[in-house]
């Protein structure tokens, strides 16, 4: 079977449409959408690199014999995490891990604050907030993400 070319089919459909102004309209989000994303993708990469820092505290505690799961990451399990014998290499690394996840702890909580301060005028927000498990970050995330719901006709759009 032959290829069939459709170039100028293409263009003649492309221009009806422009022609009775039917030519769909690409939605570009504004430059602060942008820049919140910008924020938004660079507390998410913040985050990651904490996960593996914690990933890391934990597999050195476990080898230890410290299971304490999530009670691990409150004071008195980092305290505990702290006092534990680690000879050699592995207190080195117990220890730049430590001081990598205080320090990523910094960078991350005025993202957060900043997270929570937008999230407030902003009414799309806000009405995602309302639903259960959806914190500010990630309604803030998905109103600049998704933009305005009114250029969906319908929500199969929404989806795909």
């Known amino acids: 079977m032959r290829q069939q070319k459709t170039d100028k089919r293409d263009a003649a459909h492309i221009l009806r449409l422009l022609w009775e102004d039917r030519f769909p309209r ?9 820049d919140v994303r910008q924020w938004l993708i660079h507390r998410h990469k913040l985050v990651e690199i904490r996960t593996r820092v914690k990933n890391g505290l934990q597999h050195l505690a476990m080898n230890r014999g410290m299971r304490k799961k999530r009670q691990r990451w409150s004071e008195a399990g980092q305290r505990a995490l702290r ?11 117990r220890q730049d891990l430590l001081e990598t996840l205080a320090y990523r702890d910094r960078k991350i909580a005025p993202l957060d604050r900043a997270a929570e301060e937008t999230a407030q005028p902003d009414k799309r927000a806000l009405l995602l907030k309302t639903q259960p498990g959806v914190g500010p970050i990630t309604a803030r995330a998905f109103a600049v993400t998704m933009g305005e719901a009114s250029r969906f006709p319908r929500g199969q759009q929404v989806a795909s």
Do not use: D, K, N, V
């Open 26 to 34: 690409r939605w570009r989000p504004s430059a602060e959408q942008r």
């Open 83 to 93: 006092e534990l014998a680690m000879p050699g290499w592995a207190g080195c690394r």
